[in-house]
């Protein structure tokens, strides 16, 4: 069974930057796929963030590109999100997804809360 | 973007009913619809893709139809775990978004 487990810290200063890793066990991130986040702002609906493959394939919401970093290291079957000059706004559950292409997302993790404030 | 758009927001209904959530996409999408089931706390669920496919496991009182720009989720005598928010997900091209759900509740 292919599982999914964020980690990062749950609070982080405005203008610094968010980061998170997301471990996957039971499926090799080097046997394809796309891997993936998403976020929801409390009481919100969510968002997609961005997707990455181990071909070095990445795909981004266009509103948080400029701000977004997303990396996989397969040697460790994990992957990682980095979002730049965090606001309030950026307060969310983060969620790690796999993706069977760019399209839709069939295991999902935990997911995170992350806290933007001083 | 492709926006996409869910109605209602908010559903109310009871034990044994049969609902509709419709999703609507601005541009064609053809067949690439996916939904969601979130329980609250929770990570959404993969139930449906490409607009009709059941995924494994999923009860069969589920179902999903549409193509182009309209779309639809039904459920059949409604049981007690599916009160909870249904999202749809566009994926007819690679910037991905989810419509604003809708609160199927009690």
């Known amino acids: 069974q292919v599982q999914l487990q964020e980690s990062g810290p749950g609070l982080v200063k405005p203008s610094e930057t968010l980061s998170l890793t997301c471990s996957v066990s039971?499926?090799?991130?080097?046997?394809?796929?796309?891997w993936c986040w998403i976020r929801q702002a409390p009481g919100k609906g969510l968002e997609w963030i961005g997707c990455?493959?181990?071909?070095?394939?990445?795909y981004y919401n266009p509103s948080l590109q400029s701000r977004v970093t997303l990396s996989i290291d397969p040697s460790d079957n994990q992957f990682s999100l980095g979002l730049t000059s965090v606001t309030a706004a950026d307060t969310a559950v983060f969620f790690c997804?796999?993706?069977?292409?760019?399209?839709?997302?069939?295991?999902w993790g935990q997911g995170i809360l992350v806290t933007v404030s001083s | 973007d492709i926006q996409v758009t869910q109605s209602p927001s908010t559903l109310s209904a009871s034990v044994g009913d049969r609902v509709t959530l419709t999703c609507r996409t601005s541009?064609?999408?053809?067949?690439?619809v996916a939904w969601y089931q979130q329980r609250p706390g929770k990570a959404p669920k993969l139930l449906i893709d490409?607009?009709?496919r059941l995924q494994s496991g999923v009860p069969s009182r589920f179902s999903g139809r549409g193509y182009a720009t309209e779309f639809s989720l039904t459920i059949i005598s409604l049981q007690p775990d599916d009160f909870a928010t249904y999202y749809c997900?566009?994926?007819?091209?690679?910037?991905?978004?989810f419509g604003g759900g809708t609160k199927v509740e009690i």
């Open positions: 039971g499926y090799s991130i080097s046997s394809g796929n796309y």
């Open positions: 990455t493959h181990q071909n070095g394939n990445i």
């Open positions: 541009e064609t999408v053809y067949n690439r």
């Open positions: 490409d607009a009709s």
């Open positions: 997900q566009q994926y007819g091209t690679y910037s991905l978004t």
């Open positions: 997804a796999r993706g069977g292409s760019v399209s839709r997302f069939d295991f």
